[in-house]
């Protein structure tokens, strides 16, 4: 018994450490590229990855190569082994700085608001107010189409129509969810121009006034354990802001 609850912690470090270095190089990764993190032979590690594609966390890309992430593996990743998701300091004072120059116009707070989002995450940063219909701010949409994925030309086009059609977009946003953040993977969106993006969501409350969402729009290539935690925090300095006006 033993045994296999030893075995099992070792599969799920293996496919954590897969998915980290693959979102960190976007190359498939190979079981020579993270052998000797666990001290174990490359053929170990590479009947371990076998399983795990055999489960449907990874697949080949290519016949030949290393392995990379799939819907199931990256939904796994997020909801079971990022317990310890905490925002550095430095983080969290950079937010803080850009809520310092104050504003009486909620159309500038929540543009700054996007702003805010994309410079930390470093992908696309949206904010929302559900008593505008339709209407919301987005910026850092070029830090997408600067990733790897989109280097594509039709990828790129059908992003930027959903993007464009704000409704669209506001629909998938404003989706009812009971924790603080919801993860969006891929196929989730229920979008196929955007099986390639992962979106993460938070809210935040004007006084007595409904829930306003705030957004990150990024691949699913996502640094997932930097943008969920930067993305609460945000969502609190957001929520003191509005009520301190």
């Given amino acids: 018994m033993v045994r296999t609850v ?5 599969r799920r470090a ?11 190089d976007a190359t498939p990764v190979a079981s020579e590229d993270i052998a000797q993190d666990f001290s174990l032979s490359p053929a170990t590690v590479r009947n371990i990855l076998a399983e795990l594609e055999e ?45 310092k120059r104050k504003s009486n116009r909620l159309e500038d707070i929540l543009d700054k608001t996007s702003e805010i989002i994309s410079t930390i995450t470093h992908y696309a940063g949206i904010t929302s ?7 919301f701010f987005y910026k850092g949409i070029s830090l997408i189409l600067n990733q790897p994925e989109f280097q594509d030309y039709h990828k790129i086009r059908l992003l930027i129509k959903v993007i464009e059609d704000k409704q669209y977009l506001l629909n998938i946003i404003n989706r009812d969810f009971t924790n603080k953040v919801k993860v969006y993977i891929g196929e989730e969106l229920g979008c196929p121009e955007m099986e390639g993006c992962s979106l993460v ?34 969502s609190d300095a ?4 509005m009520n301190s006006f």
């Fill in 201 to 234: 969501v938070s809210s935040y409350r004007l006084k007595d006034k409904s829930l306003g969402r705030l957004a990150v729009l990024g691949p699913m290539r996502m640094e997932y354990t930097h943008t969920i935690p930067a993305l609460e925090y945000i």
């Fill in 238 to 241: 957001l929520t003191e802001v």
């Fill in 6 to 10: 030893d075995y099992e912690s070792r």
């Fill in 14 to 24: 293996i496919l954590a450490a897969t998915i980290n270095k693959y979102i960190q």
């Fill in 55 to 99: 489960a449907d966390y990874l697949r080949h890309p290519y016949t030949s190569g290393g392995r990379i992430p799939t819907n199931k593996g990256y939904r796994y990743y997020v909801d079971f082994l990022l317990l310890q998701m905490v925002l550095l300091e430095e983080d969290k004072e950079s937010i803080t700085r850009g809520y």
């Fill in 129 to 135: 107010f559900p008593e505008w219909h339709g209407k």
